[in-house]
């Protein structure tokens, strides 16, 4: 009886309690932006994209919780001092109690390197920290968007990999990004991840190292696109799963090939080991994020890469040539 009562129902019935009043100053004009944002992950590579985005906009207030194990402070900086933007140091598998609107839950490293260097501790981010975000939601009634990935299709069966397949691991989600390969400037140099590790070889003089078949494929989304999409999903109506992702397919070969030609022609292409569980192909069947979000991907491959060698090269403090 006592627990019956603890959770809002002296009659029996399971009823959900309703979130509580915010403070009156809350919704003034005169104290409050109009729109309060959490991006767990803000620190990160798409979520440090997604925080330029959203500052654009002046109604928008943000507030970033990392815990810099993959993130920077240094992928923030210009907005560090910022009255509508605020960062706290916070680690998603405690609780986090702030009044906010809308929660961009991404906090999570995305690098096998990363989430493998603990897999306990990534478990409790991804299911402590997700239901935290959740309670927090709930707490407060505000709308929530999980970032998933392409990971959850496995290596799949079914090719393109529509919402509908469960692939051959079995997930059973709620409101979800399924966040597909996804690149750019302000990715770790040394994330391990195939567009990044490419890039920093080309632009160091080194051997770019493909994964053994080589043919095995990827589609890689431009974070500007992914961020478009991330924001779209949050504003609309849809509330199941979502793949966002460039259905533009290559194979590691042809990527290899196009970061040499773009980048570097003098470097040379070596076959390196790869893990048995690799998957042999994944592209998104997008037809669902274009259908009920009006989003596509704008930005093909190749201007992705060059956009992106810029940011790489400078970082690495590695010139073009005809700059040296
Ligand atoms: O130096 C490299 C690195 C990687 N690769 C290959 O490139 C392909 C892509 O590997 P990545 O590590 O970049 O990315 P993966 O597709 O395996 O998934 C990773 O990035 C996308 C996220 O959604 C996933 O969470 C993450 O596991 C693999 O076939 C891999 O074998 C290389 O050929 N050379």
């Known amino acids: 009886m006592a627990q019956k009562e603890a959770n809002g129902s002296s009659n029996g019935e399971h009823t959900t ?56 402070k240094d992928n923030l900086k210009k907005w560090i001092g910022h009255p509508r933007f605020e960062l706290i140091r916070h680690d998603v598998t405690q609780p986090l109690l702030v009044e906010v609107d809308q929660i961009y839950h991404l906090a999570c490293p995305a690098s096998p390197i990363f989430y493998k260097h603990n897999p306990v501790k990534t478990i409790k981010t991804n299911v402590i920290g997700t239901l935290n975000m959740l309670g927090l939601a709930k707490r407060v009634g505000a709308r929530i968007l999980l970032t998933s990935t392409s990971e959850v299709y496995g290596d799949p069966l079914e090719h393109p990999q529509t919402e509908a397949y469960w692939g051959n691991v079995n997930p059973i989600e709620i409101r979800i990004a399924r966040i597909f390969n996804t690149y750019g400037p302000r990715m770790n140099i040394d994330d391990g991840r195939v567009v990044s590790n490419f890039i920093a070889q080309a632009v160091r003089g080194e051997p770019l190292t493909v994964q053994k078949p080589g043919t095995q494929t990827r589609s890689f989304c431009y974070v500007a696109d992914m961020v478009n999409g991330l924001i779209k999903l949050m504003n609309g109506d849809n509330t199941g799963p979502i793949n966002l992702g460039n259905p533009g397919e290559f194979t590691m070969l042809e ?21 048995p569980d690799d998957p042999r192909q994944r592209k998104p069947d997008i037809t669902k994020a274009k259908e009920v979000l009006g989003w596509e991907p704008k930005i093909v491959l190749r201007d992705g890469l060059v956009l992106m060698e810029d940011d790489f090269r400078e970082r690495l403090q590695v010139p073009k040539k005809n700059q040296a």
Do not use: C, W, Y
């Open 255 to 275: 990527l290899a090939e196009n970061v040499k030609e773009l980048i570097n022609p003098e470097v040379t292409v070596t076959m390196t080991e790869n893990t």
């Open 17 to 72: 309690r309703p979130p509580p009043t915010p403070s009156p100053l809350r919704f003034s004009k005169f104290f409050q932006a109009n729109l309060r944002i959490l991006v767990t992950g803000g620190a990160g590579f798409i979520g440090s994209h997604l925080v330029d985005k959203l500052m654009e906009n002046e109604k928008h207030e943000v507030i970033v919780a990392d815990n810099f194990f993959t993130g920077s």
